[in-house]
C-alpha cells in the first residue's frame, strides 16, 4: 500500500479540489475550516470560518531540472495557433482552447477541424478534442464517431463512444 501523498497535523484542514496546472504542478483547495459537517451545525454558528480558505501548490522538486514554462493567453490566439495547440498534454489547457475554438470561431472552426481530424498525423488528444468541438458545434459528422470507435487508442474509442 502506498502512502499517503498529502497529510496535515492541522486540525481544521480540508483538501476539498486538486488540479494540474499547466506548470506541471498541482494545486491543492483547501476549505480549511474547523466545522467537517455542515448539516450539523447551524449557518449563524460564529466557528464558522468564512474567510480562510487556502491554496496549497505542490511542485517537482527532485533532481531533473522541470521544463520552463511560459504562461500564455490564450484568448488573443487566432484559430489555427488554437487548433495546433489541441494537442497540448495537459488536459485543462485543451479544454480551455477547445472552450475558446467553439465559442468564438464556431462557424469558421467547422472545415479546420475536420481536416485536422482527417490528417493520419494528427495526435490521439487532437482528435478527441475535435470530437467533442464538432458535436458542441453540431457539425460532427458519423465517418468521424466511426474514425473514432476504429481508432487504436481505447481513450479515443470511448470519446466516440461518448
Request: net charge negative.
Given at each position: 500500500?502506498?502512502?499517503?501523498?498529502?497529510?496535515?497535523?492541522?486540525?481544521?484542514?480540508?483538501?476539498v479540489?486538486?488540479?494540474?496546472?499547466?506548470?506541471?504542478?498541482?494545486?491543492v483547495?483547501?476549505?480549511?475550516?474547523?466545522?467537517?459537517?455542515?448539516?450539523?451545525?447551524?449557518?449563524?454558528?460564529?466557528?464558522?470560518?468564512?474567510?480562510?480558505?487556502?491554496?496549497?501548490?505542490?511542485?517537482?522538486?527532485?533532481?531533473?531540472?522541470?521544463?520552463?514554462?511560459?504562461?500564455?493567453?490564450?484568448?488573443?490566439?487566432?484559430?489555427?495557433?488554437?487548433?495546433n495547440?489541441?494537442?497540448?498534454?495537459?488536459?485543462?489547457?485543451?479544454?480551455?482552447i477547445?472552450?475558446?475554438?467553439?465559442?468564438?470561431?464556431?462557424?469558421?472552426?467547422?472545415?479546420?477541424?475536420?481536416?485536422?481530424?482527417?490528417?493520419?498525423?494528427?495526435?490521439?488528444?487532437?482528435?478527441?478534442q475535435?470530437?467533442?468541438?464538432?458535436?458542441?458545434?453540431?457539425?460532427?459528422?458519423?465517418?468521424?464517431i466511426?474514425?473514432?470507435?476504429?481508432?487504436?487508442?481505447?481513450?479515443?474509442?470511448?470519446?466516440?463512444?461518448?
Amino acid at each position: 500500500m502506498e502512502e499517503d501523498f498529502l497529510v496535515s497535523e492541522d486540525p481544521w484542514f480540508r483538501p476539498v479540489d486538486i488540479k494540474t496546472g499547466p506548470d506541471g504542478s498541482m494545486y491543492v483547495a483547501d476549505f480549511y475550516n474547523r466545522i467537517i459537517g455542515h448539516y450539523e451545525v447551524p449557518k449563524e454558528n460564529p466557528e464558522r470560518d468564512r474567510t480562510s480558505g487556502r491554496i496549497w501548490k505542490i511542485s517537482y522538486t527532485g533532481n531533473k531540472s522541470p521544463e520552463k514554462y511560459t504562461a500564455k493567453d490564450w484568448s488573443k490566439s487566432p484559430l489555427e495557433e488554437l487548433i495546433n495547440a489541441l494537442n497540448t498534454p495537459q488536459l485543462n489547457t485543451r479544454m480551455m482552447i477547445s472552450n475558446l475554438i467553439s465559442d468564438i470561431y464556431p462557424k469558421q472552426a467547422i472545415e479546420p477541424v475536420k481536416q485536422l481530424m482527417q490528417s493520419a498525423t494528427t495526435g490521439n488528444n487532437s482528435f478527441v478534442q475535435g470530437l467533442w468541438i464538432l458535436y458542441r458545434l453540431n457539425a460532427l459528422p458519423e465517418d468521424m464517431i466511426a474514425k473514432a470507435l476504429n481508432h487504436p487508442d481505447p481513450i479515443v474509442q470511448v470519446h466516440g463512444l461518448r
